[in-house]
């Protein structure tokens, strides 16, 4: 009977060994963000379902890119803070498109509640995004432009949030005025009010070197996307593509980086729940952490 009872005790602590164990090497595994975009179409159908497999596949934090009517993919801002903490989901920034002067207080505070730090402007708000036959672009003019981020970055100032606007490829190529939009935002723009996500994609698309910006203008790139391109230039898992991450890596500081999110518009013939899972295990062969 006691060597019953020793064999027992024997087995319970090397169970306990091993999920302990398997918790720590989970937990280690765990790093890095998704921006919610990647998975658009499965957290409009299953959002609970899809958040869980964002946590499987090793993320810890997320990009949302679905607010609407007071509501994050449906859940109120509580609840959505409430459900990622379920989930050991940290809600880091939010891109929010459909922001204006107008809504902006009700928004930033939707924000607030559902726990976020940065209020990201994903294009140039109050209908001044062109996107047609002849690509991406903008109307109204970079002051304009930066008028509109100056007084929005100080409301959300207000709440403790920091304000950033995100890039595609058109912000670096000269206008018709003859300004670089980019740059006439980084050097018209307070820092206190307004900083920067960097898509690395974009920036790549448009021939710049993210480094030559780092250095001009060091700390202002707060968040990135690390979205990697094919050879054809077309969307592509993290590591999977022609983008030399390292390099970029290697001046995270100088940039002012605080943190990374992982984003692949298209997925083509690679569903977007594994291209994620992909492009987690091409963040760890970087050396992104």
Known sequence: MEHHNFKNVVRIIMLTFLISTSYFVTAQDKFGGLALYTVRDAMEKNPKKTLQSVSDAGYSYIEAAGYKDGMFYGFSPKEFKAHLASLELIPLSTHQSSVS?????????????AGFEYFVVPVPPMGLFINDDNGMNMKGGVE?????????????RELDLKLLYHNHDFEFIEDASG???????????????????????WVTKAKADPLAYFEKYPGRFKLWHVKDMDSQGRFAPVGNGIIDFGRILNEKEQSGMQAYFVEQDETFAMEPLEAIKVSHKGLKKIGFN
Do not use: R
């Open 144 to 156: 304009n432009l930066a008028t509109i981020l100056t007084t929005l970055g100080k409301q959300a």
């Open 179 to 201: 300004f670089v939009v980019i740059d006439y935002l980084l050097e018209n723009c307070d820092p206190k009010y307004v900083n920067f996500q960097m898509d690395l994609h």
């Open 101 to 113: 002067i107008e809504n902006a207080a009700s928004m930033m505070a939707d924000v607030k509640a």
